[in-house]
């Protein structure tokens, strides 16, 4: 149950932190441990598309595209050399990351308005990079670790974003392209 006192945005937030939460459940499960795994997801067009990509081990990658509205992306991957390649384009996407070990990537693109980010990452040498074009996307990153990077990019107007870092040898650069982010 959620506190009356939450405003929309906060019991949206909420929700997707329980979804991550998930993630990490599925993360920690008994999977089939496998190296230089690669998963593709080229859902073309549509409404409430979810792709759930759960990855254990060492030189994974994953590529993801989804267009159309409300479509979903939740990702968790752990080990060495691992990477994620997502775009989404249109209206109420998602996307929830979780990555942990070491020497991690991830490339996300967003087109169109009301895109939400979410990612996690833990670990030594990870980097993010987030674009966003439209109005009104969000991006919230957490890193935990060393020598960590997040690199963000929204075009527009009307875009939010977060991003907190633990640890040493960490970068955040952030560029946003309109005066009422």
Known sequence: MLPIN???REKSLFN?????LVIIGILLSPLAYANEDISSFDELSGAG???????VGDSHSADI???GMSNELYLAQTGYNTSLIA??????NEILLLQSGSDIEASILQTGYGNLVIANQLGTALEIDVTQNGYGNQAYIHQTGYENSVWI???GSGH???VAQWGSSQTAVITQGHASN
């Not at 997707?16 to 991550?20: A, C, M, S, V």
């Not at 598309?49 to 990855?55: D, P, Y």
């Open 6 to 8: 939450m405003d929309k």
């Open 16 to 20: 997707h932190w329980g979804r991550l």
């Open 49 to 55: 598309n979810l792709a759930s990509v759960s990855q």
């Open 65 to 67: 595209s989804q267009q």
């Open 87 to 92: 775009s989404q384009q249109g209206v109420s």
């Open 153 to 155: 990019q929204q075009n």
């Open 160 to 162: 939010v974003v977060s």
